[in-house]
C-alpha cells in the first residue's frame, strides 16, 4: 500500500483512488490559483512520498539481496541433490541386480563365518581356563584374594559349560582347578584370622585413626595396588573372596570356633613381646611391667574388636545374615565383646591376688550362670567362645572376693573321678616338645615376625600359625607371668581397663552393650571394693598393732637434704598415709574411699598417739610404798590449770619465734607465776614427773614426729585442694604406676574430694600439731616440776642454821645440776636450738621464784646458813649459764633476797625507806619472820611492831 500523504487523510486503497480523488478535486476547483494551490501540494506530498521510499529501499536493501541470493543458491542445491538421487537410483538397480546373482555365495560365506567366530571364541576359552592357574596363583601371592577366587570360580565355571565339555586336554587344568577351590577357602580363612589376630603392622593405620571413616563397603579390589594398604577394606576383600566360593558360613564357623583360642594366643603373645621388651628373661618384673603387658595386650584386642565389627559389616552386605547363626550360637558384636572380656579378665587374674580355688570359682561363676538367649547350652559356653555371652550374666557375690585361706582341695566325687579317667584315656599319652605351650608360643611369636618383617613366604607363616592352632585347639597356652601376684596390681590394671571398656563400648556404639556387657567393669570395680581397699585396711591395721611402744628414732630426709630424728612409728604411718593417697591417681574413681581410709588411718594412729603420750607421762619408778592416789602434777597441770598457763606458753617469746604468733595474752601473769600457783602448798615429789630420761627422749622424739607429721599433712591437704594430680609429690619412692595428666582424671578427682573431706585433713593435721605443741609444753613443766622438787625438798629437809662446816653446796642442788645437764644432753640431739631455749627459756627466773617463796619452810637460818644458800644459788647460777651459753640475772634476785638475812628487820626497814622496796610486801614479812625465828631470844613482840612498820612502809611508798 502506498504511504498517507497526511496524517489526518485515510490512507489510499491504491493509485486509481488517488487519481480519482485528484480529478475530483480539480473539477470542484473553479479558478486557477486553487489548482495551483492544489498541485503545490500534491508535488509535496509526492516529494515526501518519494523520500519515504528511497528510505524504506534503502533500508530493505541488503536483505532483500541475501534473501534473492539464498534463493538461488537454494535452486541450485536442489538441482544437484536431484542428480544425485538419478545416480544413486541407478546404482542401486545395479546392486540388485548384482545381489540377485551372487545371493548363495554370500550366505556360504556368512555361514563359515559364524563356524570360524565359534572356533575363535572357544580357543579363547581354552587359553584363558589354560593360564587361569597361574594367574590364581599369582593373585594369591599378592593378596588379590577377590580377583583369585572369581577366576576360579569362572573357570571352573567355563570348564563345566557344554562348549568346553567335551574338550579332553582340558581334563587335567579342570583338576588343578578344583584343588586351588578346594585349597582356597582354607588360605581365605587362616589369612582371615591371621589378619584379625596376628599382623600388626597391618593395623597400625587403624589403631593411629580410629577417628577416621571406614571406607565403604562395595569398595572394589585393585589389581595394581597393595590389598593391605587398607586393613578395614582388604577384610572385605576376603570375606567376599569366601562368598564368591560359597564358604561363607565355613568361615563365620571358623572364626566362631577359633576365637577363645586365638585371643588366647594373642594375650601369649603380648605377654611374650613386653617380657622381651623388658628383657626380664626368667627374672620377675615389677608392677610397671605388668602396665606395659595391659596395654599391649589392650591395644591388640582393641584392633581384634575394630576388625571383628568390620568383618560382621561384611558379612552383612554381602547377605551371610543367616550364616552367623550357628549350631552353637550366634557370631555377632555382643559374642566378640563377651569373649574378649573373658579372656581379659582371666590375664587379670593371673596377676591379681587369686589363689587357685578362686580362679576355679571364677570360671564356674562363668557356667554356672544363666544362660543367654543366643546360647543353646551352658557346656558350649564353657568350652566354646560362647562362654563369653554366658558370662555376661556372670554375678560375683561377697564371699569371692573374700580372701581365703590356703587349704588342700577337696577330693572330687566318684563321678567327676570317673570323668576324669575317661578324659585321660582319649588324651595322647606320648609327650613331644612341638606340642608343649612354649613351642607353640614361640612358633606363633616367630611366624608374627616374620610376617611384619616381610622375611618369609605367606603361606609358610600361616601353616605355621595354623599348626599352633591346632596344639591349642583345646586349651589356653601357659602366659608368661611379667610380675608376681599382688593385690596392688590392680592400680596398674584399673585405668588402662576402663579407657579400654569405653573405648571398646564406644566402637559398639551403645547398641549392642547392655547393663550385662560389662562384667569386666564390674569384675574390677568389685575386686577394688571387696580386696583392694579391704587389704589396704587390713595393712594399716597390722601395721598399727605392729608399732611398738619402744619406738626407736632414725633419720628422715624432711626437706631435701635437711635430715631430721623422727620416729620409725611416724615414718611408717606417713608411708602408709601416702600408699593409700597416692592410689588415688591409679583409682580416680575410688577417691573418697581412699581419704576416708586415709581418714581412719590418721584417727587410729592419733588414739594410739594419744595412748603412747599417756603411758609416757606416767611412767615412773616408784617403791609401793611412794606410790599415792591423786592425780600427776607434771600431765594434769596443762589441763587443771585451765587456760591461762598455756596461754602463757603459747605467748612464750621463744614459742612466737618457733611457731608464731597464736592470739593476745590473757593475763599479766608470767607461765613461771601460773604453775606455781597452781602447785601452791602441795608436796613435789618424784611421782609428780618423769623420773627416767628415756621417757623424757621419748616425749621429745614424739614432739618431733607430730610436729613433722602435722606440717606434712598441712602440704597434702594443700596440695590436694590446689592439684590432687601432684599427691605423688610428697612421695618420691610411691609413683603412680600410671601416668595421669588428662583433665578427665582432674575432674572426677575434685569430684571426689568433697570440701568435707579436704576438711577433715586439714583438722587432723590442727589436732596433731597440737597434740606436738602439747608435748613440747609436758616437757617444760617436767622440767620445772624437777626443778621445783628438788629445790622444795632442799628448802624442807637442808639444815641452813649451821656453822663453818655446813656451807657446802646442797648435794640436792648438785643432783638437779646433773639432771639438768643430762636433760639438755639427751634432748639436744632430738630438739633444736630453738626448742631447747624455749624448754630452759625463764628457767632461772622460775628458780628464782620458787626459791624466794621458799623461804616460809626455813625454820632457822644463821649466817653459814645464808652463805650455803647463795653457794646454791651460784651453782644453780652456772649450771644455766652453761647450758643456755647465757648469764641472765633473774637468779641475782634471790640471791639479794637471802642476802637481805646478814641484816637485822630494822636495816631492811631502813633500806626499804632509803632505796624503796624491792620485795613485794608479803616477801619482805616471810625475811623478817625468819630473822625473828633465827635470833637467839624469839620477841614476838618486836616481831608485830616490824611487820606493823612495814606496813606502814609500804603503804606510805
Not at 292 to 315: S, T
Not at 754 to 782: F, I, N, P, Q
Amino acid at each position: 500500500s502506498w504511504p498517507l500523504i497526511e496524517a489526518s487523510e485515510p490512507p489510499m486503497a491504491s493509485n486509481e483512488d488517488m487519481l480519482a480523488e485528484v480529478i475530483g478535486q480539480l473539477s470542484k476547483s473553479g479558478d486557477v490559483q486553487g489548482r495551483k494551490v492544489y498541485r503545490k501540494k500534491l508535488k509535496e506530498n509526492l516529494a515526501k512520498m518519494d523520500d519515504e521510499l528511497g528510505e524504506f529501499i534503502s533500508e530493505h536493501h541488503d536483505g532483500f539481496y541475501c534473501a534473492l541470493h539464498g534463493f538461488f543458491t537454494m535452486v541450485d542445491h536442489v538441482d544437484d541433490a536431484k542428480g544425485r538421487i538419478d545416480t544413486l537410483r541407478s546404482a542401486l538397480t545395479t546392486c540388485k541386480l548384482l545381489l540377485q546373482c551372487k545371493r548363495d555365495n554370500i550366505r556360504a560365506l556368512w555361514i563359515e563365518h559364524l563356524e570360524y567366530k565359534g572356533t575363535l571364541d572357544i580357543l579363547n576359552q581354552i587359553d584363558e581356563v589354560r593360564r587361569a592357574p597361574e594367574l590364581i596363583d599369582r593373585f594369591v601371592s599378592s593378596k588379590h584374594f577377590a580377583h583369585a577366587a572369581k577366576l576360579v570360580c569362572e573357570a571352573l565355571h567355563k570348564c563345566e559349560s557344554d562348549s568346553l565339555r567335551p574338550v579332553k586336554a582340558l581334563v587335567e587344568v579342570y583338576r588343578e582347578l578344583c584343588k586351588r577351590r578346594d585349597r582356597l577357602p582354607n588360605l581365605l580363612i587362616d589369612e582371615l584370622h591371621a589378619h584379625l589376630y596376628l599382623k600388626r603392622d597391618a593395623h597400625r593405620d587403624t589403631t593411629r585413626d580410629a577417628a577416621a571413616p571406614d571406607p565403604p563397603l562395595s569398595i572394589e579390589e585393585d589389581p595394581d595396588c597393595n590389598p593391605e594398604q587398607e586393613p578395614l577394606a582388604y577384610i572385605g576383600f576376603v570375606i567376599g573372596a569366601l562368598s564368591s566360593l560359597g564358604r561363607l558360613g565355613d568361615a563365620v564357623n571358623a572364626i566362631r570356633d577359633r576365637m577363645k583360642t586365638e585371643l588366647a594366643l594373642l594375650l601369649e603373645r603380648a605377654a611374650a613381646v613386653t617380657s622381651e621388651q623388658l628383657g626380664l628373661g626368667s627374672k620377675p618384673g615389677t608392677a610397671r611391667g605388668l602396665c606395659r603387658l595391659v596395654v599391649n595386650a589392650y591395644e591388640r584386642m582393641i584392633r581384634v574388636v575394630r576388625i571383628h565389627l568390620r568383618a560382621l559389616q561384611h558379612i552383612r552386605h554381602r547377605g551371610g545374615v543367616d550364616l552367623l547363626k550357628t549350631a552353637q550360637g550366634t557370631y555377632s558384636e555382643r559374642e566378640v565383646w563377651a569373649a574378649v572380656q573373658l579372656e581379659v579378665e582371666l590375664l587379670l587374674s593371673q596377676y591379681l591376688d587369686m589363689d587357685a580355688a578362686m580362679q576355679a570359682a571364677l570360671l564356674d561363676s562363668f557356667t554356672e550362670s544363666p544362660r543367654d538367649p543366643d546360647t543353646p547350652s551352658a557346656a558350649a559356653a564353657a568350652t566354646g567362645a560362647a562362654g563369653g555371652a554366658a558370662a555376661e550374666c556372670m554375678v560375683l557375690n561377697d564371699s569371692f572376693f573374700a580372701p581365703t585361706k590356703k587349704s588342700a582341695a577337696p577330693a572330687p566325687p566318684p563321678k567327676e573321678k570317673e570323668k576324669e579317667k575317661d578324659r585321660s584315656r582319649t588324651e595322647p599319652a606320648l609327650f613331644s616338645f612341638a606340642n608343649t605351650q612354649n613351642a607353640i608360643a614361640e612358633k606363633s611369636v616367630d611366624a608374627e615376625r616374620a610376617i611384619q618383617k616381610g622375611e618369609t613366604d605367606f603361606s609358610v607363616s600361616i601353616a605355621a600359625l595354623s599348626m599352633a592352632d591346632r596344639y591349642t585347639s583345646g586349651a589356653v597356652a601357659a602366659r608368661y607371668l611379667i610380675c608376681p601376684r599382688s593385690v596392688d596390681n590392680i592400680k596398674g590394671m584399673f585405668r588402662p581397663t576402663a579407657l579400654f571398656t569405653d573405648e571398646v563400648e564406644a566402637l559398639l556404639a551403645g547398641g549392642v552393650v547392655g547393663t550385662r556387657a560389662g562384667f569386666l567393669r564390674r569384675f574390677i570395680d568389685q575386686y577394688v571394693r571387696k580386696r583392694f581397699l579391704q587389704d589396704l585396711k587390713d595393712v594399716i591395721r597390722t601395721s598399727l598393732l605392729a608399732l611398738s611402744d619402744s619406738d626407736t628414732l632414725s633419720e628422715h630426709d624432711l626437706a631435701r637434704g635437711a635430715p631430721r630424728l623422727v620416729l620409725q612409728s611416724t615414718v611408717r604411718v606417713y608411708d602408709l598415709l601416702g600408699r593409700t593417697l597416692t592410689a588415688m591417681l591409679d583409682l580416680p574413681l575410688y577417691a573418697s574411699d581412699l581419704v576416708k581410709t586415709a581418714d581412719s588411718l590418721l584417727t587410729q594412729y592419733q588414739g594410739q598417739t594419744q595412748n603412747r603420750f599417756n603411758v609416757l607421762v606416767r611412767s615412773r619408778k616408784q617403791e609401793p610404798s611412794e606410790i599415792r592416789q591423786g592425780p600427776f602434777v607434771a600431765s594434769t597441770a596443762l589441763t587443771d590449770a585451765g587456760q591461762p598457763l598455756v596461754a602463757a606458753l603459747l605467748h612464750n617469746a621463744e614459742w612466737v619465734k618457733i611457731f608464731g604468733e597464736t592470739g593476745l595474752r590473757p593475763e599479766d601473769m608470767s607461765e613461771s607465776e601460773i604453775l606455781l600457783d597452781f602447785l601452791g602448798d602441795r608436796q613435789v615429789d618424784k611421782s609428780d614427773y618423769i623420773v627416767e630420761l628415756a621417757s623424757l627422749r621419748s616425749l621429745g622424739g614424739m614432739h618431733e614426729s607430730l610436729a613433722w607429721f602435722a606440717g606434712r599433712l598441712d602440704l597434702v591437704a594443700a596440695t590436694l585442694m590446689e592439684n590432687p594430680l601432684m599427691i605423688a609429690t610428697h612421695w618420691p619412692d610411691q609413683p603412680p604406676l600410671v601416668d595421669v595428666e588428662d583433665e578427665v582424671s582432674v575432674t572426677e578427682l575434685r569430684r571426689q574430694l568433697t570440701h568435707d573431706m579436704l576438711r577433715r585433713l586439714t583438722s587432723k593435721a590442727s589436732e596433731y600439731k597440737e597434740m606436738a605443741g602439747k608435748c613440747l609444753m609436758t616437757l617444760w613443766v617436767e622440767v620445772r616440776m624437777r626443778c621445783a622438787c628438788y629445790l622444795l625438798q632442799a628448802l624442807r629437809k637442808s639444815n641452813y642454821n649451821c656453822d663453818i662446816s655446813g656451807v657446802e653446796t646442797d648435794r640436792l642442788i648438785v643432783q638437779l645440776n646433773k639432771d639438768l645437764f643430762s636433760i639438755d644432753e639427751a634432748l639436744s640431739s632430738i630438739l633444736g636450738r630453738q626448742k631447747m631455749d624455749f624448754l630452759f627459756d625463764r628457767l632461772p627466773g622460775f628458780l628464782s621464784i620458787v626459791l624466794i617463796r621458799g623461804m616460809r619452810h626455813i625454820q632457822r637460818v644463821s649466817e653459814h646458813g645464808v652463805r650455803r644458800m647463795c653457794r646454791n644459788i651460784f651453782a644453780l647460777q652456772q649450771s644455766l649459764a652453761n647450758i643456755t651459753k647465757n648469764r641472765t640475772g633473774e637468779l641475782d634476785r634471790a640471791m639479794k633476797y637471802y642476802e637481805m638475812l646478814y641484816g637485822r628487820p630494822e636495816e631492811v626497814l631502813q633500806a626499804i625507806v632509803a632505796h624503796g622496796p624491792v620485795f613485794s610486801r608479803e616477801e619482805y614479812s616471810i625475811a623478817i619472820t625468819l630473822m625473828a625465828r633465827s635470833m637467839r631470844v624469839y620477841d614476838s613482840a618486836a616481831l608485830d611492831q616490824n611487820l606493823l612498820d612495814l606496813k606502814a612502809c609500804c603503804q606510805q611508798i
